[in-house]
Structure formats: structure tokens, C-alpha cells
């Protein structure tokens, strides 16, 4: 049933949208951009907000100054303006670059199933393999999403335990991470609902 193919595939691509917003969160100090980030730590009137690929750093008073420049996994224990308060995130480089690879490889599956879907006109095969695709892009942001919150929720309580004053909140990216895992399991349900219901083959024109 084509219903079932066309919600699928709005879920397919709203999934897409919420993974380029994480993506390409805090890679430029611009408007928009700059307040997509993971996590943000507040330090008296000073702030520091993590990307994917960098970290931007601000006052209260004045907003975002200044942006680091794109690392591909960047590690937020990098951050020299921190220094004491996320002791806990050293030697966590394969845990970022883990995330960051994780990352791109459920962009891949979500595009490509959004392009087979959407080419093939919602018929029973492509929508098969959109299905696959799409669920196992779920699986792989089930575990980014999982990473992202263990590693925010580890460097905010860690600097809280440093200094009491210290304030920590998750940001828009980690909920589009969840808006894009959830989107994606939508998704996969509703291509195999469209297989079930779809027709097999297109009908063949009358002579």
C-alpha cells in the first residue's frame, strides 16, 4: 500500500535532516549551527558547548566567541578551557572516534535507503531493502544515541563534582539523535508494512 510507503519514507527523511543538524552542529561559529551541540557546561558567567567535530566557548553577557577549528571524532577532554573539570573523559579517544564513525555510517544507510525507496517508485523489492537498511541505521543510532548520553552525562557530573557551582545541560543534538533513531524505527516499520501490503510487481501496460 503506497501509504504506508510515503510515511515511511517522511520518516526516512526527517531521520536524515536530525542526523545532518547533529552532524554539522558547532562546525562554524553562524547562526543556527552554533546552538547544535551535545552537551553544555556552565562555569560561573562562562559556557563550553561539545560537537560532533569541535567545541565552542562563551559568556553569558555576550554568546558564542569563538569556535574551535572541525576535528573529524573530536575529544571534548581536549578542551584546555576545562582543564581539571572532565578528568574523567581522558582516554577516551576510541569511545569519540567510535561515535563519530557510528554516526556516519547510519547518515549512509538512512540516505541511501531514502534514495532506493524513493527511485523505485515504492515497489515490494526496494522497499524490502529499505526496511533492512532503515532498521539497521536505528540499531547503529540506538548506540550513538546510548554513547552520546553516557559520555554528556559522565563530563557534566564529573565537573560537577569538581566545582558544585558548576552547571550541565544536554543539547539540541542529543534529542535529534533520539528524534533520528526513533524516525528510523518508524521508517523501518512502515517499509515492511508497504512490502506486506504493496503490490509485487508493476502491472504491465495493455496492448
Request: net charge neutral; proline share 2%; with cysteine.
Amino acid at each position: 500500500m503506497a501509504f504506508f510507503g510515503h510515511l515511511a519514507t517522511f520518516f526516512t527523511f526527517s531521520a536524515l535532516i536530525l542526523q545532518l543538524f547533529s552532524v554539522l552542529g558547532l562546525t562554524y561559529n553562524v547562526p543556527f549551527l552554533r546552538d547544535l551541540y551535545f552537551a553544555k557546561i556552565e562555569i560561573s558567567n562562562e559556557f563550553i558547548m561539545f560537537g560532533l567535530w569541535s567545541y565552542c566557548s562563551g559568556s553569558m553577557s555576550s554568546g558564542v566567541q569563538t569556535c574551535s577549528k572541525p576535528v573529524a571524532a573530536f575529544d571534548w577532554s581536549r578542551v584546555s578551557e576545562l582543564g581539571s573539570y572532565v578528568g574523567d573523559l581522558h582516554n577516551m579517544e576510541k569511545l569519540f572516534l567510535a561515535n563519530f564513525i557510528l554516526y556516519f555510517i547510519a547518515l549512509g544507510f538512512t540516505l541511501i535507503a531514502l534514495i532506493v525507496t524513493v527511485m523505485s517508485s515504492f515497489r515490494r523489492g526496494p522497499d524490502f531493502l529499505a526496511s533492512i537498511m532503515t532498521f539497521i541505521a536505528f540499531v547503529v543510532m540506538l548506540i550513538v544515541f546510548v554513547i552520546v548520553l553516557v559520555i554528556s552525562i559522565r563530563g557534566i557530573n564529573t565537573a560537577k563534582g569538581v566545582d558544585s557551582s558548576v552547571h550541565g545541560v544536554l543539547g539540541p543534538s542529543t534529542w535529534m539523535t533520539l528524534g533520528a533513531f526513533v524516525a528510523l524505527l518508524f521508517s523501518s516499520i512502515g517499509y515492511c508494512f508497504a512490502c506486506i501490503c504493496g503490490p509485487g510487481r508493476v502491472r504491465s501496460e495493455k496492448v
